[in-house]
């Protein structure tokens, strides 16, 4: 089976655009999540859903960043007037509903903000 | 609230030696803990777990880790350290009062030399 697949892989934009990421989970995975990674970073978390909920949106850096589910499935984090301090890498994993289950990563999306 | 520490940023061994790769953490529960690893231009992946049970828990690559429940450390080993182990290691922790969200340490980076 396919694992979790993201979109573009690579974007650059100019400072103040929106962009948007798209993340697809694993089918059947029913928690998403997304992180960011700085260059030389650990992971930063962002947000989880549980089906299409988001219980916790407290990683989110500013209210320039939004995430939405649809479907139980692909999901997208969109990232409005960007500022240079957004490039990164934007990885998304996805795992079963179970607690006690490791997650899934994707490729990544590395945004670089001129 | 959960947090991870890996102490250091750096971990260098020969090829051949041991190898130990350390993480402390911090939740209000009980906690489910995890490693990863990242090779360089490569996803996160899974390497092992600890939920519950045997305190040593065996994973890919032939690593293991030791939950230390007095010492809140869930330090990662290896007995003999090949050059292929050379990556980025994060270490991971969830709260069984919130295990919906993981926190990650900002990882440690293991090199072996030949």
């Known amino acids: 089976g396919a694992g979790v697949s993201q979109s573009p892989s690579n974007k650059v934009t100019e400072k103040g655009k929106d962009v948007e990421l798209r993340c697809d989970p694993i089918?059947?995975?029913?928690?998403l999540y997304w992180y960011r990674q700085s260059l030389g970073q650990g992971l930063e978390f962002l947000i989880y859903?549980?089906?299409?909920?988001?219980?916790?949106k407290s990683g989110l850096p500013s209210d320039r960043f939004s995430a939405e589910r649809t479907g139980g499935s692909v999901s997208t984090l969109t990232i409005q007037r960007t500022q240079q301090e957004d490039s990164a890498v934007y990885l998304c994993?996805?795992?079963?509903?179970?607690?006690?289950?490791?997650?899934?990563f994707g490729p990544g999306t590395r945004l670089t903000v001129l | 609230a959960q947090s991870v520490a890996q102490p250091e940023d750096q971990v260098n061994v020969a090829e051949g030696n041991p190898l130990t790769v350390k993480c402390t953490y911090s939740?209000?529960?009980?906690?489910?803990l995890f490693w990863y690893v990242q090779y360089p231009n490569r996803g996160l992946q899974f390497l092992l777990k600890?939920?519950?049970?045997?305190?040593l828990v065996k994973g890919s690559y032939g690593f293991e880790a030791e939950f230390n429940k007095s010492q809140t450390s869930f330090h990662l080993k290896k007995p003999s350290a090949l050059v292929s182990d050379s990556a980025l290691y994060f270490c991971?922790?969830?709260?069984?009062?919130?295990?919906?969200?993981?926190?990650f340490g900002d990882g440690t980076t293991l090199t072996v030399k030949p």
């Open positions: 994993a996805s795992s079963t509903r179970d607690r006690y289950n490791e997650q899934f």
């Open positions: 089918s059947g995975h029913t928690a």
């Open positions: 859903f549980q089906g299409n909920s988001a219980p916790d």
């Open positions: 939740v209000s529960g009980n906690p489910y």
């Open positions: 600890y939920i519950t049970g045997d305190n």
């Open positions: 991971a922790v969830r709260d069984s009062w919130d295990a919906g969200k993981s926190t």
